[in-house]
């Protein structure tokens, strides 16, 4: 600005206001900048609420299906159909159950993808060439179960899983290499569901994209369409096909499609690893969505999740890109993931963006050259969709330029407006009270985030005793119970600031610019953090540093009249902060959308109203920070009952679903999917001791509540009469028949001993045909056990020995949690559909080095005899088979009591643990 303009400016600032009296007011801190009142705060309430319903409206919008009755031709098979795929859906969802080792996932669907793939083959085009296989697999893999939190490591076995395998390309004569690009699915179910959204769906969008595909004229390179059949066994069969199957070595990269809903938006969650050349071909499909801050959120561990991305990155060396539905997470695996539950258009916007992606891959130049591709292995993307309407990507190198271009931006501007700010305000200050003035302007800023947070936090930790989860139905709710009461506080804490002598005695023009540029300043120190950590998400803080400032500069430098002018300073402040508001608005809603679902399986260990209040109340506070500037604008009256006017509302909202029935946290349709999980096992369990004699049997139901709340809704429904806690000091993992490695991740769950018996074909059987002596401390171990399709070894090596090595796995055995300071393994293995066999033998060997001359009482067991030999416990094994598809009259009948809004899965058990 010239040396004019600034002139002209203080003129402006010096004329103070006058009284009535035609006095200037000596001790008036006034600019006569313009004031904010009710009505200017009720305006930007319904902004805010216009954001909200445009973003979802905008951002959700689904194509219209193809054919409709108004346009198209189903028999069209050159343009996908989602009348096509849904029929194929229809289908595939009437075999039931799809659990490994079924009839209806290893025989039926598989039967059914072969015959499609054929009819497929035949009806393609001259120029495509069609190959079909069928893999049958084995094999055993370690993993860490959702990045090993809770401990939650595990050794796979599996042996017979099923692949269906159709590679499409051009004829030989055509074909310029043998690069492949994988496309998977899973058409395997999760217990006691139909799985239609998770994921048939993708499946059948698979299926007809490859129809697609093969009625066009011919790729470059060849499309992989891999249906697998065992991923909710955790990823086993993507493991077989990647480690196995030949076609796999040519395998350049790959699209997993996932669903953890029942449809609506296809969203992109994870890429990679590296790769960014996968995230431009994607940002050309017709719909993208996405960003690379959920991507680290989810491979953080926090979302009880994993897919088959996994195997393929991890087993495979692969680079690829990872795609799910999200809407309506209630549905996920529970009985209500049915055909009629998928919103109309999904199959379209998923089917056209997945035919867009694959073209988009394959005719890319990294694609055809990759070995070449020096930025491939190196740097990653960065990536973010803007309402659905606009998708951005660069790669992460260029964002660390852009990045720290505009940290040196910020700091110029930050400084030139202030400067011109203490220049223009007619107040002589020193350098002293500039730099306090400054110091309170960071701090009023922090303290507007930090407070309200760990308030709402509080607030959320007491309503958890008294109407936990009162939100799950009705997520409108967490606004008012955690977004109200941080919108007073933020206004509370900068009244507060706006007390104290120095900021009272400060020019209202000046003492806003201060607090606005403060919350800039904290953004510029977020982005440098983030950056420095390497981490994609920086473009969050990049978007609320980089939206605001030009048009802050451009308004309020170039428009000197606009402070006093309140339409024109409200807009000028509404604008600059426009991008980061209505970003941010989209994605809260878009995680509260994936989060609150997810919160009724996180299990007992997280209290997930603390957890919603603190995701809920450090959004809403960053996205007021750049707001908290207003409230020194607004008169005190109005900014004090505005306060009050939030609180009173989160009081009433705690009164509310505390006393009445708006706080009960379940419901079934027609009122709305929002259903208490929970899992019933009946089993029998047998326990024998070195002398191999059965020293207990007995029988019980184990009541699993998936959620935080645990058995306390239901407490009047089952008979509780005897109930236990389990007995987790005793006996390995608890006594109890877990399927998955998840022993500290639910632990609010009941054993309710019962008389009747769960009528089950054979028990495990354990038997120790063979000891070894290797050397003179180790020791080989050999035992044979009668399996089914779902069954857990759990295996406890005394506290003087250790587990050196077995044959259950290629691999070294991976540990899980200590029990009694002893290392445990647990080893989960499945088996696939064998013709006329219900069970199978497994033989298995374990090598255990035991320390000599050692005896402690608690591994010790001697005979009734004091003269006779005291023998040492070397190593505790507990078998457990699940019958995931039978049931008991017990089970039916507990069925029949439970209300309507609980979504249960249940099977039986048997277990038996031996000492050895």
Same mark, same amino acid.
């Given at each position: 600005?010239?040396?004019?303009g600034?002139r002209r400016?203080?003129?402006?600032?010096?004329?103070?206001?006058?009284?009535?009296?035609?006095?200037? $007011?000596?001790?008036?801190?006034? $600019?006569?900048?313009?004031?904010?009142?009710?009505?200017?705060?009720i305006?930007?309430?319904?902004?805010?609420t216009?954001?909200?319903y445009?973003?979802?409206?905008?951002?959700g919008?689904?194509?219209?299906?193809?054919?409709?009755?108004?346009?198209?031709?189903?028999?069209?098979l050159?343009?996908?159909?989602?009348?096509?795929a849904?029929?194929?859906?229809?289908?595939?969802?009437?075999f039931?159950?799809?659990t490994v080792?079924?009839?209806?996932?290893?025989?039926f669907s598989?039967?059914?993808?072969?015959?499609?793939?054929?009819?497929?083959?035949?009806?393609?085009?001259?120029?495509?060439l069609?190959?079909?296989?069928?893999?049958?697999?084995?094999?055993?893999?370690?993993?860490?179960?959702?990045?090993?939190?809770?401990?939650?490591?595990?050794?796979?076995?599996?042996?017979?899983?099923?692949?269906?395998?159709?590679?499409?390309?051009?004829?030989?004569?055509?074909?310029e290499?043998?690069?492949?690009?994988?496309?998977?699915?899973?058409?395997?179910?999760?217990i006691?569901?139909?799985?239609?959204?998770?994921?048939?769906?993708?499946?059948? %969008?698979m299926?007809?994209?490859?129809t697609?595909?093969?009625?066009r004229?011919?790729?470059?390179?060849?499309?992989l369409?891999?249906?697998?059949?065992?991923e909710?066994s955790?990823?086993?069969?993507?493991?077989?096909?990647?480690?196995?199957?030949?076609?796999?070595?040519?395998?350049?990269?790959?699209?997993?499609?996932?669903?953890?809903?029942?449809?609506?938006?296809?969203?992109?969650?994870?890429?990679?690893?590296?790769?960014p050349?996968l995230?431009?071909?994607?940002?050309?499909?017709?719909?993208?969505?996405?960003?690379?801050?959920?991507?680290?959120?989810?491979?953080?561990?926090?979302?009880?999740?994993?897919t088959?991305f996994?195997?393929f990155r !991890?087993?495979?060396?692969?680079?690829?890109?990872?795609?799910?539905?999200?809407?309506?997470g209630?549905?996920?695996? %529970?009985?209500? $993931?049915?055909?009629?539950?998928?919103?109309?258009?999904?199959?379209q916007?998923?089917?056209?963006?997945?035919?867009?992606?694959?073209?988009?891959i394959?005719?890319?130049?990294?694609?055809?050259?990759?070995?070449?591709?020096?930025?491939?292995?190196?740097?990653?993307?960065v990536?973010?969709?803007?309402?659905?309407i606009?998708?951005?990507?660069?790669?992460?190198?260029?964002g660390?330029?852009?990045?720290c271009?505009?940290?040196?931006?910020?700091i110029?501007?930050i400084?030139?407006?202030l400067?011109?700010?203490?220049i223009?305000?007619?107040v002589?200050?020193?350098?002293l009270?500039?730099?306090?003035?400054?110091?309170?302007?960071?701090a009023?800023?922090?303290?507007?985030?930090?407070?309200?947070?760990?308030?709402?936090?509080c607030?959320?930790?007491?309503?958890?005793?008294?109407a936990?989860?009162?939100?799950?139905?009705s997520?409108?709710?967490?606004?008012?119970?955690?977004?109200?009461?941080?919108?007073?506080?933020v206004?509370a804490?900068?009244?507060y600031?706006?007390?104290g002598?120095?900021?009272?005695?400060?020019?209202?023009?000046?003492?806003e610019s201060?607090?606005?540029?403060?919350?800039?300043?904290?953004?510029?120190?977020?982005?440098?953090?983030?950056?420095?950590?390497?981490?994609?998400?920086?473009?969050?803080?990049l978007l609320?540093?980089?939206?605001?400032?030009?048009?802050?500069?451009?308004?309020?430098?170039?428009?000197p009249?606009?402070?006093?002018?309140?339409?024109?300073?409200?807009?000028?402040?509404?604008?600059?902060?426009?991008?980061?508001?209505i970003?941010?608005?989209?994605?809260l809603?878009?995680?509260?959308r994936?989060?609150?679902?997810?919160?009724?399986r996180?299990?007992s260990e997280?209290?997930?109203?603390?957890?919603?209040?603190?995701?809920?109340?450090?959004s809403?506070?960053?996205?007021m920070?750049y707001?908290g500037s207003?409230v020194?604008?607004?008169?005190?009256?109005?900014?004090?009952?505005?306060a009050k006017?939030?609180a009173?509302?989160?009081?009433?909202?705690?009164?509310?679903?505390?006393?009445?029935?708006?706080g009960f946290?379940?419901?079934?349709?027609?009122?709305?999917?929002?259903?208490?999980?929970?899992?019933?096992?009946?089993?029998?369990?047998? !326990?024998?001791?070195?002398?191999?004699?059965q020293?207990?049997?007995?029988?019980?139901?184990?009541?699993?509540?998936?959620?935080?709340i645990?058995?306390?809704?239901?407490?009047?429904?089952?008979n509780?009469?005897?109930?236990l806690?389990?007995?987790?000091?005793?006996?390995?993992?608890?006594g109890?028949?877990?399927?998955?490695?998840i022993?500290?991740?639910?632990?609010?769950?009941?054993?309710?001993?019962?008389?009747?018996?769960?009528?089950?074909?054979?028990?495990?059987?354990l038997?120790?045909?063979?000891?070894?002596?290797?050397?003179?401390?180790?020791?080989?171990?050999?035992f044979?056990?009668?399996?089914?399709d779902?069954?857990n070894?759990?295996?406890?090596?005394?506290?003087?020995?250790?587990?050196?090595?077995?044959?259950?796995?290629?691999?070294?055995?991976?540990?899980?949690?200590?029990?009694?300071?002893?290392?445990?393994?647990?080893?989960?293995?499945?088996?696939?559909?064998?013709?006329?066999?219900?069970?199978?033998?497994?033989?298995?060997?374990?090598?255990?080095?035991?320390?000599?001359?050692?005896?402690?009482s608690?591994?010790?067991?001697?005979?009734?005899?004091?003269?006779s030999?005291? %023998?040492?416990?070397?190593?505790?094994? %507990?078998?457990?088979?699940?019958?995931?598809?039978?049931t008991?009259?017990?089970?039916?009948?507990?069925?029949?009591?439970?209300?309507s809004?609980?979504?249960?899965?249940?099977?039986?058990?048997s277990?038996?643990?031996?000492?050895?």
């Amino acid at each position: 600005m010239s040396g004019e303009g600034v002139r002209r400016r203080v003129a402006q600032k010096n004329r103070a206001p006058i009284g009535s009296n035609g006095q200037q $007011d000596d001790h008036s801190t006034d $600019d006569g900048s313009a004031k904010l009142g009710w009505a200017q705060w009720i305006f930007l309430s319904i902004y805010f609420t216009g954001v909200v319903y445009g973003s979802q409206f905008i951002g959700g919008h689904l194509p219209k299906p193809w054919p409709s009755s108004d346009h198209g031709d189903i028999r069209d098979l050159s343009r996908f159909s989602e009348d096509r795929a849904t029929q194929h859906l229809l289908t595939l969802t009437s075999f039931r159950p799809r659990t490994v080792g079924t009839d209806g996932n290893d025989k039926f669907s598989v039967k059914y993808f072969l015959k499609e793939a054929e009819a497929i083959r035949k009806k393609a085009s001259p120029v495509n060439l069609i190959e079909i296989d069928h893999q049958v697999v084995s094999g055993s893999f370690r993993l860490a179960f959702l990045n090993g939190i809770y401990e939650r490591r595990f050794n796979n076995v599996y042996q017979n899983i099923h692949n269906v395998l159709v590679r499409i390309g051009p004829l030989h004569e055509y074909s310029e290499s043998n690069r492949t690009l994988l496309v998977n699915c899973h058409f395997d179910a999760a217990i006691g569901v139909d799985g239609a959204s998770d994921d048939l769906s993708q499946c059948v %969008t698979m299926l007809e994209a490859l129809t697609v595909l093969a009625q066009r004229a011919p790729l470059k390179h060849r499309v992989l369409f891999l249906f697998n059949g065992a991923e909710e066994s955790i990823l086993q069969a993507s493991h077989g096909f990647v480690t196995q199957h030949p076609w796999a070595q040519d395998v350049t990269a790959f699209i997993n499609l996932e669903a953890a809903g029942s449809g609506g938006r296809d969203v992109l969650f994870q890429t990679g690893p590296k790769h960014p050349w996968l995230v431009r071909a994607y940002a050309l499909v017709p719909f993208p969505c996405g960003n690379s801050f959920g991507e680290e959120i989810f491979q953080s561990g926090i979302i009880p999740s994993d897919t088959d991305f996994r195997i393929f990155r !991890d087993h495979g060396s692969i680079p690829g890109v990872d795609i799910a539905y999200v809407e309506n997470g209630y549905v996920y695996h %529970t009985h209500y $993931d049915r055909v009629e539950q998928i919103t109309p258009g999904t199959l379209q916007r998923s089917g056209e963006n997945l035919i867009s992606l694959i073209y988009g891959i394959v005719t890319s130049p990294e694609f055809q050259d990759l070995e070449n591709c020096v930025e491939c292995a190196t740097d990653s993307a960065v990536y973010f969709d803007f309402l659905g309407i606009a998708f951005i990507t660069y790669s992460h190198r260029s964002g660390v330029i852009v990045n720290c271009i505009f940290v040196l931006a910020a700091i110029a501007t930050i400084f030139a407006e202030l400067r011109l700010e203490f220049i223009t305000s007619g107040v002589y200050t020193s350098s002293l009270r500039k730099a306090k003035l400054l110091g309170l302007g960071i701090a009023a800023a922090v303290t507007a985030v930090i407070v309200p947070v760990v308030s709402v936090a509080c607030l959320a930790y007491l309503v958890s005793f008294v109407a936990p989860m009162s939100w799950y139905a009705s997520p409108h709710l967490a606004f008012f119970l955690y977004g109200c009461p941080t919108v007073g506080m933020v206004f509370a804490v900068h009244r507060y600031f706006l007390s104290g002598r120095v900021m009272a005695s400060t020019p209202i023009g000046l003492r806003e610019s201060i607090i606005y540029h403060s919350v800039g300043f904290l953004w510029m120190i977020v982005l440098i953090i983030t950056t420095s950590y390497g981490l994609n998400s920086a473009f969050v803080p990049l978007l609320f540093l980089a939206g605001p400032l030009p048009i802050r500069v451009m308004w309020l430098n170039f428009q000197p009249l606009t402070r006093r002018d309140l339409t024109a300073f409200l807009t000028a402040h509404m604008t600059s902060v426009s991008i980061p508001t209505i970003f941010g608005l989209y994605t809260l809603l878009s995680m509260l959308r994936v989060f609150i679902p997810i919160f009724g399986r996180s299990g007992s260990e997280l209290n997930p109203d603390v957890a919603l209040a603190v995701l809920v109340s450090f959004s809403i506070a960053c996205l007021m920070s750049y707001y908290g500037s207003l409230v020194h604008v607004t008169d005190l009256k109005s900014s004090s009952q505005i306060a009050k006017l939030f609180a009173g509302i989160a009081f009433g909202t705690v009164l509310l679903i505390s006393l009445t029935p708006i706080g009960f946290p379940y419901s079934s349709p027609p009122n709305g999917i929002a259903p208490k999980r929970l899992a019933l096992q009946h089993f029998h369990r047998e !326990d024998y001791d070195l002398a191999g004699k059965q020293v207990s049997e007995d029988n019980g139901l184990w009541i699993v509540p998936l959620d935080f709340i645990g058995i306390k809704p239901l407490s009047g429904i089952f008979n509780l009469t005897g109930a236990l806690s389990a007995d987790c000091v005793g006996k390995l993992y608890c006594g109890l028949p877990f399927i998955y490695p998840i022993i500290k991740l639910f632990r609010h769950h009941l054993v309710v001993p019962v008389r009747e018996e769960p009528r089950l074909p054979h028990h495990p059987l354990l038997v120790n045909t063979g000891k070894e002596s290797i050397t003179e401390r180790l020791t080989k171990w050999t035992f044979s056990a009668e399996l089914v399709d779902h069954s857990n070894i759990y295996i406890s090596p005394a506290a003087h020995c250790r587990l050196t090595g077995w044959n259950l796995t290629a691999a070294e055995p991976m540990n899980g949690p200590e029990w009694n300071g002893r290392p445990t393994y647990f080893v989960f293995l499945v088996a696939g559909y064998e013709a006329g066999k219900t069970k199978f033998d497994k033989v298995f060997s374990i090598e255990l080095e035991c320390r000599s001359g050692l005896l402690n009482s608690s591994d010790a067991s001697s005979s009734s005899s004091s003269s006779s030999p005291v %023998t040492v416990e070397s190593v505790r094994i %507990t078998v457990v088979n699940h019958f995931l598809a039978m049931t008991s009259p017990l089970l039916d009948r507990v069925l029949t009591q439970l209300p309507s809004w609980v979504a249960e899965i249940h099977w039986l058990n048997s277990l038996q643990s031996y000492v050895f």
